[in-house]
């Protein structure tokens, strides 16, 4: 976070086409002209922002260290593992209790009907075995 700034010339926020003269922007400690104070000291159209350069951006690449590591990385896999295969466990319990439901059914309901619920069983089964692989 910058502490000083400076009084500089640049183009007005307000119209662009005007040069204004009182403008802030960050500047060292010990640069003429420095004035302490925070950011939050400016009024908006007053802050003149510094021009990022792709050098800036490399720099700043350059010096970025890595959030997440290799053992992070290995946990996280881990971690998915563990939650599709409990994934997989309970959609195969719901199968199980779903067709048991459904055989009841077709006992008291058959011919067309018991068709019917055969095949959305089968939809129901290979959609919920796609979203899971």
Same mark, same amino acid.
């Given at each position: 976070?910058?502490?000083?700034? %400076?009084?500089?010339?640049?183009?007005?926020? !307000?119209?662009?086409?005007?040069?204004?003269?009182? &403008? &802030? *922007?960050?500047?060292?400690?010990?640069?003429?002209?420095?004035? $302490?104070?925070?950011? *939050?000291?400016? #009024?908006?159209?007053?802050?003149? #922002?510094? /021009? /990022?350069?792709?050098?800036?951006?490399?720099?700043?690449?350059?010096? *970025?260290?890595?959030?997440?590591?290799?053992?992070?990385?290995? @946990? &996280? !896999?881990? =971690?998915?593992?563990? =939650?599709?295969? %409990?994934? %997989? @466990? !309970? @959609?195969?319990?719901?199968?199980? $209790?779903?067709?048991?439901?459904?055989?009841?059914?077709?006992?008291?309901?058959?011919?067309? =009907?018991?068709?019917?619920?055969?095949?959305?069983?089968?939809?129901?089964? *290979?959609?919920?075995?796609? $979203?899971?692989?």
């Amino acid at each position: 976070n910058a502490t000083h700034f %400076k009084r500089v010339s640049g183009p007005s926020r !307000k119209d662009p086409g005007v040069i204004v003269h009182d &403008l &802030l *922007t960050p500047c060292s400690p010990g640069e003429p002209g420095a004035i $302490e104070m925070s950011w *939050t000291d400016i #009024e908006g159209d007053k802050l003149l #922002e510094p /021009m /990022m350069t792709m050098q800036d951006v490399l720099l700043s690449l350059s010096r *970025t260290k890595p959030t997440v590591n290799d053992e992070d990385l290995e @946990q &996280l !896999k881990n =971690l998915r593992t563990t =939650l599709v295969r %409990k994934a %997989k @466990q !309970k @959609q195969q319990h719901f199968l199980v $209790e779903t067709k048991q439901i459904w055989r009841l059914r077709e006992e008291k309901v058959g011919g067309a =009907l018991s068709v019917y619920l055969f095949f959305s069983l089968s939809i129901v089964e *290979t959609l919920t075995t796609r $979203e899971l692989q």
